[in-house]
T-cell receptor, first 116, second 113 residues
Framework: AQTVTQSQPEMSVQEAETVTLSCTYD???????LFWYKQPPSRQMILVIR??????QNATENRFSVNFQKAAKSFSLKISDSQLGDAAMYFC?????????????FGKGTRLHILP | NAGVTQTPKFRVLKTGQSMTLLCAQD?????MYWYRQDPGMGLRLIHY???????AKGEVPDGYNVSRLKKQNFLLGLESAAPSQTSVYFC????????????FGPGTRLTVT
């Protein structure tokens, strides 16, 4: 069974600085999807970025980018120019491309604090 | 589009009471899911549905039942609530095509005393 591990329960970063959140996963599959979700205090889960495993190029969305290392099964999220609105819980998630049920496996999350 | 909506947003139950949480989506999604979120545990899948009239068990199904009588609605029932079911419940939906992310509702905070 696939697993997703986020080893940093909490992190802090100074406003305007860069921070990297770690995520590793375990799978025997070669084709899959990886996601980072953000959950601010409002509780709403928001998709931040998505990566297809068959794409070697790292996904980027404005200030958010990933470092996808398929061989190492690592999928870290880099937030550049951190803003106060980035303070949230961040979840890494895995989805198999082989399962037809579309289930997503979530890590336990990293709480990110932004220091003004 | 309203996206994914959940009713109610908050609820307090006494042990042994029953209730139903309603999830509705207006995006014509085939797949719908119920998760629970507990501190330090992330999101855990309770039940899910891959289409109208179908349901399946997730990681933590015990104590819950679900129904998907209409494509746009997915109901989560607690027949006899227990304090261990105190949690925040999220509904999500997604397209049937591979690779699409799940869209989440705003959550329901349930407290069982």
């Amino acid at each position: 069974a696939q697993t997703v591990t986020q080893s940093q329960p909490e992190m802090s970063v100074q406003e305007a600085e860069t921070v990297t959140l770690s995520c590793t996963y375990d799978t025997s599959e070669s084709d899959y999807y990886l996601f980072w979700y953000k959950q601010p205090p409002s509780r709403q889960m928001i998709l931040v970025i998505r990566q297809e495993a068959y794409k070697q190029q790292n996904a980027t969305e404005n200030r958010f980018s990933v470092n996808f290392q398929k061989a190492a099964k690592s999928f870290s999220l880099k937030i550049s120019d951190s803003q106060l609105g980035d303070a949230a819980m961040y979840f890494c998630a895995y989805r198999s491309s082989m399962n037809r049920d579309d289930k997503i496996i979530f890590g336990k999350g990293t709480r990110l604090h932004i220091l003004p | 589009n309203a996206g994914v909506t959940q009713t109610p947003k908050f609820r307090v139950l006494k042990t042994g009471q029953s209730m139903t949480l309603l999830c509705a989506q207006d995006m014509n999604h085939e797949y719908m899911y119920w998760y629970r979120q507990d501190p330090g545990m992330g999101l855990r899948l309770i039940h899910y549905s891959v289409g109208e009239g179908t349901t399946a068990k997730g990681e933590v199904p015990d104590g819950y039942n679900v129904s998907r009588l209409k494509k746009q609605n997915f109901l989560l029932g607690l027949e006899s609530a227990a304090p261990s079911q105190t949690s925040v419940y999220f509904c999500a939906s997604s397209y049937s095509r591979l690779g699409h992310e799940q869209y989440f509702g705003p959550g329901t905070r349930l407290t069982v005393t």
